[in-house]
Nanobody, 117 residues
Framework: QVQLVESGGGLVQPGGSLRLSCAASGFTFSSYFMSWVRQAPGKGLEWVSN????????YYADSVKGRFTISRDNAKNTLYLQMNSLKPDDTALYYCAKYSANNYDYWGQGTQVTVSS
């Protein structure tokens, strides 16, 4: 069965960095676009970033552009999100999601990122 397991979240000071990982299994990882989506406390889901199957095309929300970098290692079935210059507004539960047929059909359990001094 499809599994997506995020890791790498934690508490970081403003201006700091974190690298999130998402280990995928149960499907042909290299055949699917993948995404990061976040949910801040008391707010709805916010799309963060997409990456195409080969990793050569990436897309970002304006709120993270220039600070976050999405990447993937298809040999390791792993998706990454490098987050730099973190702000308190980046505090959220971060999910990786498999994108198929214009829909997010599988989600991980999420990893918490808290940006606070």
């Amino acid at each position: 069965q499809v599994q997506l397991v995020e890791s790498g979240g934690g508490l970081v000071q403003p201006g700091g960095s974190l690298r999130l990982s998402c280990a995928a299994s149960g499907f042909t990882f290299s055949s699917y676009f993948m995404s990061w989506v976040r949910q801040a406390p008391g707010k709805g889901l916010e799309w963060v970033s997409n990456i195409n199957t080969g990793g050569g095309s990436t897309y970002y929300a304006d709120s993270v552009k220039g600070r976050f970098t999405i990447s993937r290692d298809n040999a390791k079935n792993t998706l990454y999100l490098q987050m730099n210059s973190l702000k308190p507004d980046d505090t959220a539960l971060y999910y990786c999601a498999k994108y198929s047929a214009n829909n997010y059909d599988y989600w991980g359990q999420g990893t918490q990122v808290t940006v606070s001094s």
